[in-house]
T-cell receptor
Framework: DVKVTQSSRYLVKRTGEKVFLECVQDMDHENMFWYRQDPGLGLRLIYFSYDVKMKEKGDIPEGYSVSREKKERFSLILESASTNQTSMYLC????????????FGSGTRLTVV | GENVEQHPSTLSVQEGDSAVIKCTYSDSASNYFPWYKQELGKRPQLIIDIRSNVGEKKDQRIAVTLNKTAKHFSLHITETQPEDSAVYFCAARGLEYGNKLVFGAGTILRVKS
């Protein structure tokens, strides 16, 4: 019963390409998040959204943007992919500001060559 | 902002032994502390959580303790089994960081049989 779905499991893109990572949740959650996961660095927050059309920068937003046109969908955009953006990208959602825990997607492993 | 430190970064135990992972946080207003388990190639999944009004919580072989005065919390796994091998992340949510979760860097737990 997958509840947070990331559109691609593996992705290979060329330097300079515009890359879209899609995340869809079917739990009617208000909050959605994008993290990148790198060995030894844990989970670092890129962007998050508390509502439709709302977005906030996380800790490492440089080189990324996001879009949330519908409540269930949160897209991460790499405007011009670079090799240092090669990483595992995890999407997560939660039901409210003070609610418990996140539900994560399975992740997208992006390689930029 | 909130900072969460997690130790150790790697932990090897013999099957049947106990494992303890510790985290400290900086925001004294933090009120929610979840633990996530990420098996190889899979998404992080919530395994246990604790709120600031509780000192300890147990669920079968896992338990979490919270010391608000010292601002640290710990995950305890008893009678470890090979399937406990995974990366474990602690997290904290506090008012200082806009109610988002801040994650520790993770602990790689290896259970040797």
């Amino acid at each position: 019963d997958v509840k947070v779905t990331q559109s691609s499991r593996y992705l290979v893109k060329r330097t300079g390409e515009k890359v879209f990572l899609e995340c869809v949740q079917d739990m009617d959650h208000e909050n959605m998040f994008w993290y990148r996961q790198d060995p030894g660095l844990g989970l670092r927050l890129i962007y998050f959204s508390y509502d439709v059309k709302m977005k906030e920068k996380g800790d490492i937003p440089e080189g990324y943007s996001v879009s949330r046109e519908k409540k269930e969908r949160f897209s991460l955009i790499l405007e011009s992919a670079s090799t240092n953006q090669t990483s595992m990208y995890l999407c997560a959602s939660s039901p409210g500001l003070r609610a418990a825990g996140y539900t994560f997607g399975s992740g997208t492993r992006l390689t930029v060559v | 902002g909130e900072n969460v430190e997690q130790h150790p970064s790697t932990l090897s135990v013999q099957e049947g032994d106990s494992a303890v992972i510790k985290c400290t946080y900086s925001d004294s207003a933090s009120n929610y502390f979840p633990w996530y388990k990420q098996e190889l190639g899979k998404r992080p999944q919530l395994i246990i959580d604790i709120r600031s009004n509780v000192g300890e919580k147990k669920d079968q072989r896992i338990a979490v303790t919270l010391n608000k005065t010292a601002k640290h919390f710990s995950l305890h796994i008893t009678e470890t089994q090979p399937e406990d091998s995974a990366v474990y992340f602690c997290a904290a949510r506090g008012l200082e960081y806009g109610n988002k979760l801040v994650f520790g860097a993770g602990t790689i737990l290896r259970v040797k049989s």
